[in-house]
């Protein structure tokens, strides 16, 4: 099994990667692989709401394609996006490139658990972990959920280190996760009743 993991910075060894590796290595020892892939720090396209996915299946914009985060993710079992706090909410980079991700390809994550997780010097955690927390309950996805709520504090990856507890709770989130990958019992939902009018 394999969880693929978004880090929502541009820092690819920041205080968010630093949260993903202790969610990651907590897997690991409970037999499960992981890969962080990095939206690093080039600018990342928003949705238009063009449509175009609605027909082809495929985002028209190439900044960046998606193809290859898509391939990674059809194969992958669950999922954790990470962010740092940016105004109480997460980064614009992350939300733009899971926008359009789960616009055109969301068929892809259905019923796979995720869990969100957030970085931030003092306070935001909980909002950003509510943006975040969106694309899995549309998506029928399970979320994988922790002790406190899901967030280290620190503006450096050191001080990352110094947050114990934070760190507790990114454990516990592989833990959670390890539980559901091993649980064969998820819900089957009705699909096919979509309102076009109302989304
Ligand atoms: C534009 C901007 C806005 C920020 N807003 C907040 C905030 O609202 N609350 C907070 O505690 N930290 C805030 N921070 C600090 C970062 O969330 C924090 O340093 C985070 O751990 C950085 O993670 P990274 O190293 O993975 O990028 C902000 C940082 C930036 C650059």
């Known amino acids: 099994m394999r969880v693929l993991m978004v880090n ?3 820092k690819a060894s920041g205080c ?7 969610v990651g290595e907590t897997l690991q020892k409970e037999g499960i692989e992981y890969e962080i892939y990095q939206l690093g720090g080039d600018p990342i396209k928003d949705c238009t709401g063009c449509g175009a996915c ?3 299946g495929k985002c028209i914009f190439k900044d960046p394609d998606l193809t290859e985060f898509l391939e990674k993710a059809e194969k992958a079992d669950g999922f954790v996006f990470g962010t740092p706090v940016y105004y109480a909410h997460p980064s614009g980079r992350i939300l733009s490139f899971l926008d359009r991700v789960f616009y055109s390809a969301g068929s892809l994550f259905k019923g796979k658990p995720g869990a969100a997780v957030c970085s ?5 955690e909980v909002c950003s972990m509510d943006v975040l927390n969106k694309y899995f309950t549309i998506n029928a996805m399970p979320i994988a959920s922790s002790t406190y709520w899901n967030g280290v504090h620190g503006s450096t990856a050191e001080q990352v280190e110094m947050d114990t507890e934070g760190l507790q709770t990114m454990r516990n ?3 959670s996760m390890a539980n559901l990958l091993k649980n064969e019992n ?7 009743n979509r309102t076009d009018f109302i989304r």
Request: aromatic share 0%; net charge positive.
């Open 16 to 22: 968010t990667a630093r949260a993903l590796r202790e």
């Open 173 to 175: 989130i592989g833990h």
């Open 120 to 124: 931030c010097r003092r306070a935001g």
């Open 186 to 192: 998820r819900a089957v939902m009705e699909t096919g």
């Open 8 to 10: 929502g910075s541009a």
């Open 54 to 56: 609605r027909k082809t």
